[in-house]
């Protein structure tokens, strides 16, 4: 038998038969009271209470190898059943789209039945992960150099840093300009500002607020930033058959795909001969290739919004338009709401909530019920990614059975 090749599985539907039944969330805020672990709680039973399922049923759990509050205790504190199927994502931002991928390959395979996947984080007042020390700062050549081992060095201390450098050549290379990165800023802050339940709800931003913010990082200023957020959300996956009797009109999922690179770099991945195709670029082939849809059927987007220019890149890498053409494609309201492809209708990370891109997949199920705070008039697909510049995932998702 020849051996086989990459790309012999292009066109191959994975087939989930698996949906979307139920979702939940905490109040967003700059400081909660709660633990982390009793925000979770709250989540997960406002999404078993939304799609109307027994906590009793629920039997597979995945999150993030980033989330503190661990499966036991879920388990134990909610009365669920034998959990026969879980499983936690790394690599932060890039993981939340992974965490449904999961259950559904889980379901599928009939490993497991009704799954649950949260994200807890009390980012808002708790400390930054890079801001109590060197953090992964080794000697070169010891076996537990990391990136930072190179880019601490030279100043790259937080990831607005990196991103920053990023920003910089991709600037350089497209002619993109601090006006394109206000307009996603304020394009995703008007989606806010129509949404109840988002920290920037009574936040109004004009061009002038934009240019005028401080820097934080050139050439990002504080507008280009996601929010520092304490909440959590939760999400019940099951089978399509399952979802029939649940609460809700089902949400199905079309596809899904992870991606790492080849001889990627976390976070600082300068050196390669394309750093800003990134994970994405490879993701995206994945998550194309099992689905019927393309990009020019998607009606609406939730893209990983931890700044603004990973918005323009991120267009560009799933493919809505060409290399370099994104700061064209957003001019004359693209990505507005009651634009050719509205992004972010919640306000995103970066002006609702920043819970590691559980809400941009929350909102993708809203806009699928067609109960969306900026709701896309008839639309039936919605493409929902997880972070740039990390190992990642995304997710189709459909207000039809394909």
Not at 5 to 17: D, E, K, S, T, Y
Not at 138 to 154: D, K, L, M
Not at 197 to 210: E, P, T, V
Not at 286 to 308: G, K
Request: hydrophobic share 40%; with cysteine.
């Amino acid at each position: 038998m020849p051996a086989w090749q990459p790309g012999q599985l292009r066109g191959v539907r994975l087939g989930f038969n698996t949906a979307i039944v139920g979702i939940g969330q905490s109040e967003f805020s700059k400081h909660l009271e709660p633990t982390e672990e009793e925000l979770a709680v709250r989540a997960i039973l406002a999404a078993l209470e939304d799609a109307g399922i027994e906590a009793s049923e629920v039997d597979a759990l995945s999150s993030f190898t980033m989330e503190a509050t661990e499966e036991v205790a879920v388990a134990k504190n909610l009365g669920l059943g034998d959990i026969t199927f879980f499983s936690k994502i790394g690599y932060g931002g890039g993981g939340g789209c992974g965490t449904i991928g999961h259950l559904s390959l889980a379901i599928a395979g009939g490993v497991s039945h009704v799954g649950v996947a949260w994200r807890s984080r009390k980012r808002g007042s708790g400390v930054r992960p890079w801001a109590a020390g060197p953090g992964g700062l080794r000697i070169p050549g010891s076996e537990q150099v990391t990136a930072a081992t190179w880019a601490r060095p030279f100043g790259l201390l937080r990831p607005v840093d990196e991103i920053a450098v990023l920003t910089r050549r991709y600037m350089h290379e497209t002619g993109a300009t601090r006006e394109h990165l206000a307009e996603v800023a304020m394009s995703i802050r008007a989606n806010a500002n129509r949404n109840p339940a988002a920290m920037m709800h009574d936040r109004l931003m004009s061009l002038d607020d934009y240019m005028n913010a401080r820097w934080i990082s050139e050439p990002l200023c504080l507008f280009d930033n996601c929010l520092e957020t304490d909440g959590a959300l939760a999400v019940v996956v099951t089978s399509t058959e399952r979802a029939k009797d649940c609460r809700r009109a089902p949400v199905f999922v079309d596809s899904f795909a992870q991606a790492i690179p080849q001889q990627h770099h976390h976070m600082v991945n300068f050196w390669a001969e394309d750093p800003i195709g990134a994970p994405a670029r490879a993701c995206a082939a994945a998550l194309w290739r099992q689905s019927e849809l393309q990009p020019q059927d998607i009606d609406v987007v939730q893209i990983y919004d931890a700044f603004t220019p990973l918005v323009l890149i991120s267009l560009e890498n799933y493919g809505f338009c060409g290399r370099g053409e994104a700061p064209g494609f957003i001019e004359g309201g693209t990505i507005r709401y009651g634009g050719k492809l509205p992004v972010n209708t919640s306000g995103g990370g970066l002006s609702e909530a920043y819970v590691h891109g559980m809400n941009l997949i929350t909102e993708g199920v809203r806009q699928m019920r067609g109960d969306s705070t900026s709701q896309v008039v008839d639309a039936t697909a919605c493409l929902v990614t997880s972070g740039e510049g990390v190992p990642t995932s995304a997710l189709i998702l459909r207000s039809e059975e394909s």
